[in-house]
């Protein structure tokens, strides 16, 4: 039991057998004291209570939130599983479907600084200067430019 909590039942035993010795008001300041000093520990008690009870709930939320974290984590893996580190350009690498088909351009391609973050990212292309592409990792700010994809070179 929390400590403030058993003080303040010992105050209301202390002031009940005080109540029941009492006659009349020849003992007013007596009572009246022992009230304020039940009154007192029921406040801090209270205020105990509901401290922890905050701190509870926050420990809740963050077991929730860690619940969640570790359930994307091992969705991720999974996923991460079916891919592999491609080199899609001329010292650009980036991780792909171990099963695609097709040209690189046209592949979804995951960020390989996210990836080893275990934070799934998927690579947005962009046109750059001088006909030159750019994939973009929207979680890192990571942009890699090149000219051609390798697919394309070697078709
Ligand atoms: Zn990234």
Redesign the pocket.
């Known amino acids: 039991m929390i400590p403030e909590l058993l003080g303040a039942t010992q105050s209301v035993q202390a002031l009940a057998s005080l109540l029941k010795s009492a006659n009349g008001l020849s003992n007013y300041n007596e009572i009246l004291l022992a009230v304020t000093e039940v009154n007192t520990k029921l406040m801090n008690a209270n205020a105990v209570a509901l401290a922890s009870q905050e701190q509870q709930s926050l420990l809740a939320k963050q077991l929730r939130d860690r619940e969640a974290e570790l359930e994307a984590l091992i969705l991720w893996k999974k996923d991460a599983e079916l891919l592999e580190q491609v080199e899609v350009a001329q010292g650009v690498f980036a991780y792909m479907k171990k099963d695609r088909r097709g040209p690189f351009q046209s592949q979804p391609k995951y960020?390989?600084?996210?990836y080893f973050?275990n934070?799934p990212?998927l690579?947005q292309e962009s046109r750059e200067d001088y006909r030159n592409t750019g994939l973009n990792?929207?979680?890192?700010?990571?942009k890699m430019v090149f000219n051609f994809y390798k697919s394309e070179i070697a078709a």
């Open positions: 960020c390989a600084n996210c973050s934070r990212s690579l990792c929207h979680l890192c700010d990571a």
